[in-house]
């Protein structure tokens, strides 16, 4: 098993950047793929970042392209998503998720972080 604990979400302006950190627990984080989603009020969960557990392959969500990056330091079991060029659209909370398996969608994930919260002022 493994726990997740996000940190770093907050208020930005737009144009300005945040990083989220993710925390895990558990022997065995270097073989899990970690993964970022947000949701937004009345709206579903939908994948922001993946990464494999190497960190050789990873996913973006086309609004996020170019602006977001993901990355993994599996010594220090930690994820991490650098967030640039915010732009009001990606006001959400933010999860992290882990599972064993690759995957693009929430269901295929089965450790979840408690979320951290995103707001960006226009």
């Known amino acids: 098993q493994v726990q997740l604990v996000e940190s770093g979400g907050g208020l930005v302006q737009a144009g300005g950047s945040l990083r989220l950190s993710c925390a895990a627990s558990g022997r065995t984080f270097s073989r899990y793929a970690m993964a970022w989603f947000r949701q937004a009020p009345g709206k579903e969960h939908e994948l922001v970042a993946a990464?494999?557990?190497?960190?050789?392959?990873?996913d973006y969500a086309d609004s996020v392209k170019g602006r977001f990056t993901i990355s993994r330091d599996n010594v220090k079991k930690m994820v991490y998503l650098q967030m640039n060029s915010l732009k009001p659209e990606d006001t959400a909370v933010y999860y992290c998720?882990?599972?064993?398996?690759?995957?693009?969608?929430?269901?295929?994930?089965?450790?979840w972080g408690q979320g951290t919260q995103v707001t960006v002022s226009s």
């Open positions: 998720a882990a599972d064993t398996d690759y995957g693009r969608k929430p269901h295929e994930y089965d450790y």
């Open positions: 990464i494999s557990w190497r960190g050789v392959n990873t």
